[in-house]
Nanobody, 125 residues
Framework: QVQLVESGGGLVQPGGSLTLSCAAS????????MGWFRQTPGKEREFVAS???????TTYGDSVKGRFTISRDNAKTVYLKINSLKPEDTAVYYC???????????????????WGQGTQVTVSS
């Protein structure tokens, strides 16, 4: 049974930083590209970042380039480090597993088949 559990969200002031974590279980983690997406009420889920199965390639959405960093470790965890937070970063952040083994990074939501429950990030003074 595949499970993805996000943590690390919270209320942060503009300009602050957060690190989100996503713990995976039920999969051979090292074989799969992982991604982060975010969603606000009334809007479509937006691609944030993805990291290849071996950690060698990362891809970012245009709105987060230079501020967000995705990484992964051998303990079945993928991270999203968020710097210089802006109010428009407020969203529920979701971790997702790519459908296919050894895939390249990608932003297409339909290529991800398992999702976590999400963690809320609120940026406000």
């Amino acid at each position: 049974q595949v499970q993805l559990v996000e943590s690390g969200g919270g209320l942060v002031q503009p300009g602050g930083s957060l690190t989100l974590s996503c713990a995976a279980s039920g999969i051979t983690f090292s074989l799969y590209t992982m991604g982060w997406f975010r969603q606000t009420p009334g809007k479509e889920r937006e691609f944030v970042a993805s990291i290849s199965w071996n950690g060698g390639t990362t891809t970012y959405g245009d709105s987060v380039k230079g501020r967000f960093t995705i990484s992964r470790d051998n303990a079945k965890t993928v991270y999203l480090k968020i710097n210089s937070l802006k109010p428009e970063d407020t969203a529920v952040y979701y971790c997702a597993k790519h459908k296919y083994r050894y895939s390249s990074t990608g932003s297409r939501i339909e290529n991800y088949d398992y999702w976590g429950q999400g963690t809320q990030v609120t940026v406000s003074s």
